[in-house]
């Protein structure tokens, strides 16, 4: 039986993936920066584990209790809409420790295991964002966009040792708390200059068109996960695949 650690099971895609590998009958360590018992339904095979991957404490902990498993999700990460004016440093700091340290810090800790082993594979879940510029989102862009060159670049030297890594690259999902959990953890501060700008993009959360789902994007690391000849970059949604093929 295999085994999948996946960062940010407390909602949206990380919970959903959690749900989809354990129906598929893997075992799933299941982690949350405040681990709940009531997200999941139980099961031999879930285990809840405590990681913050800002927190290096946090991450050894988490890696040495989950002992040795097959896949990593560096799924965990936070949203954050604004110029780049009205955003503090310390925010952008605190944005890059989640979605780019953390996701780095994570493929470090759990290299030595899955060498020794000669196998394993670690999927990095990105943003179509990273392939359609869109105004207010320069920080979360370049978050995101740093972990796709950084995923390229180290796969290259974890392929001689037997570990795949991959990215799968989510379109806009409205059903997950995303954007809530990023306006509640970084604030939302448009200067006036900017209203003018801002207003599409706020419709654009709740308009119509093509979306993604979190079933969507649970396929797109089921399929890295598993499949060998998965595509590097592989877009998860209608609208990032079409985005995606259009960008080609
Ligand atoms: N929804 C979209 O439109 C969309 C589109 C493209 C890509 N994405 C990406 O997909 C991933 C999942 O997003 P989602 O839509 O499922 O949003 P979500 O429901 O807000 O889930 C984000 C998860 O990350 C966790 N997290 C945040 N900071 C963390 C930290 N320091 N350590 C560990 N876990 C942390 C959150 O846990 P807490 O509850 O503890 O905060 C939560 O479980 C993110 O990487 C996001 O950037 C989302």
Request: charged letters at 20%; hydrophobic letters at 45%.
């Amino acid at each position: 039986m295999s085994t999948v650690l996946i960062t940010g099971c407390s909602s949206g895609f990380g919970l959903d993936n959690a749900q989809v590998f354990l129906d598929r009958g893997w075992s799933v360590i299941a982690t949350m920066r405040t681990p709940r018992e009531d997200v999941l339904p139980a099961s031999d095979r879930l285990r809840i584990l405590p990681l913050d991957v800002t927190d290096p404490a946090s991450i050894a902990q988490c890696v040495a209790a989950a002992g040795p498993f097959d896949v990593l999700v560096n799924n965990a990460g936070v949203g954050q809409m604004s110029p780049l004016e009205g955003v503090s440093m310390d925010k952008i700091r605190e944005l890059f420790e989640t979605n780019t340290l953390g996701t780095i810090a994570m493929t470090q800790a759990v290299i030595p295991q899955m060498r020794e082993q000669g196998s394993g594979v670690i999927v990095n879940v990105t943003s179509g964002v990273t392939f359609q510029p869109l105004p207010l989102m320069s920080i979360y862009t370049a978050s995101k966009a740093a972990v796709n060159a950084f995923t390229e670049s180290v796969a290259l030297e974890l392929e001689p040792l037997g570990v795949r890594v991959r990215i799968v690259i989510p379109g806009r999902a409205p059903e997950t708390p995303f954007g809530d959990n990023a306006r509640a953890r970084m604030g939302l501060n448009i200067p006036e200059a900017y209203q003018a700008l801002a207003a599409p993009m706020m419709g654009r959360f709740g308009a119509g068109g093509d979306i993604t789902t979190s079933r969507d994007v649970s396929e797109a690391v089921w399929r890295a996960a598993t499949d060998p000849a998965c595509p590097m970059r592989l877009p998860a949604g209608a609208d990032a695949v079409a985005r995606f093929n259009a960008a080609k």
